[in-house]
């Protein structure tokens, strides 16, 4: 063991390091305990399930684009353990935060990368259900690494919606919020919000002056307002925005095609940005 990177209610995230090759990895460990105290039982086998299929199977090859990739995971009499790769910048939070606010060009190279990563996922009906910065984080190159799959689902046998659910607030999509079964498209939603608060510095409907919003009113203004987009922004990107926080799922942009096209990442180039030739933005 290396460093603590992480601590949360699911256990711990330690760099560690192979002793005979040098590497570096990121090895999350949960309290068999804690998990089951906190019912947590189907979270842990759904990260560790999601992630082996999405980095371990003949299907992925080596292409799973912007997501963390799960090594190898073993279990002790008292703790469950995964084994990934190390993201070595760090949060994207951390860099919002310092900046304050990116520009519409970092913001598009990161939400492209996003797009990728979505597309990836939806092929494979997975739903993160829990995307928000904190759980997007960067690789040493500073590309997007997209973590975190505790609250993910995949929808089974076909079926397009789910009614559990149990993530972070601030970037929840209506019907999540009103419990009416959600689909892929939710995960849009939160795309949406992210690339909001990216753009603006604030999530869209808790600004940093109501910091400590009730929960309840937050729900309120998920399901009843529009967010505020600032003048300051360009035209695609308030097209965008709205596109992707339209409350009612079916008339949401939701299809990676269709995303792919939108006049906010004109100039991309999808396949250069997915076999990681193009550069980030230096932050
Ligand atoms: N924190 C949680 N997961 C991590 C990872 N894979 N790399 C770096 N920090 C992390």
């Known amino acids: ?124 009906h997975i739903i993160h259900r829990d995307l928000k910065p904190s759980n997007l984080l960067l690789d040493a190159a500073g590309h997007i690494v997209l973590c975190d799959f505790g609250l993910s689902t995949v929808l089974l046998d076909g079926a397009s919606r789910t009614h559990s659910w149990c993530g972070t607030e601030d970037f929840l999509a209506p019907e999540v919020v009103a419990r009416e079964g959600h689909g892929v498209e939710a995960d849009w939603f939160s795309l949406g919000g992210i690339a909001f608060e990216m753009m603006t510095g604030e999530p869209p409907f808790s600004p940093a002056s109501e910091r400590h919003l009730a929960r309840k009113e937050l729900h309120r203004r998920i399901l009843r307002c529009k967010p505020k987009l600032p003048r300051y922004l360009t035209r695609d990107a308030h097209a965008l925005l709205k596109a992707l926080l339209t409350r009612d799922p079916a008339a949401r942009l939701t299809d990676p095609a269709v995303v792919k096209r939108h006049p906010f990442f004109r100039g991309i180039d999808w396949e250069a940005l997915a076999a990681r030739q193009l550069p980030p933005p230096i932050t």
């Not at 090759?21 to 068999?32: E, H, N, P, R, T």
């Not at 963390?68 to 084994?83: A, E, G």
């Open 1 to 124: 063991m290396v460093s603590l990177l992480g601590a949360g209610g699911f256990g711990k995230v330690y760099l560690v390091r192979h002793k005979a090759s040098g590497k570096v990895y990121a090895l999350k460990v949960m309290q068999k305990k804690a998990v089951l105290r906190r019912k947590d039982v189907k979270a842990a086998h759904t990260e560790r399930n999601i992630l082996a299929m999405l980095t371990s199977s003949p299907l992925r090859g080596d292409n799973a684009p912007f997501i963390v990739r799960l090594h190898c995971c073993w279990q002790c009499p008292r703790r469950l353990y995964l084994l990934m790769d190390y993201a070595a910048g760090g949060e994207l939070l951390h860099h919002l935060r310092r900046e304050r606010m990116l520009s519409e060009a970092a913001a598009r190279f990161y939400l492209a990368e996003m797009v990728l990563a979505l597309e990836h996922l939806q092929a494979r």
